[in-house]
């Protein structure tokens, strides 16, 4: 970081903001909703890591659910299927069948 960065940061922050946390949340926002590419990228690394839901991750791309399903295919990436665990329908289906 440039020495007038940290000057500009040091008077900036008492006047604008209550920390410098406020002040990075603000820029990641700012970046993010200027950058698309940024912000697909962030929402495939929450996708992948499980931090967050396919159509929770769509919604932080920008996209429909559908452009993220493509975008997904087309990184070779690997969708998880969710809901509930293969015990818990079987079950369910013997309750509903007998």
Known sequence: MSELTK???????????RSEEDLLEEAFRIVIRNKPKIRIELALELYKNKKASLAKSAEIAGLTTI?????????????EIEGDEIPEI????????G
């Open 7 to 17: 000057e500009g940061l040091k008077l900036l922050i008492p006047y604008y903001y």
């Open 67 to 79: 452009e993220f399903k493509e975008i997904l295919a087309d990184r070779g990436i690997k969708r």
């Open 90 to 97: 079987d079950k369910k289906i013997k309750e509903v069948f």
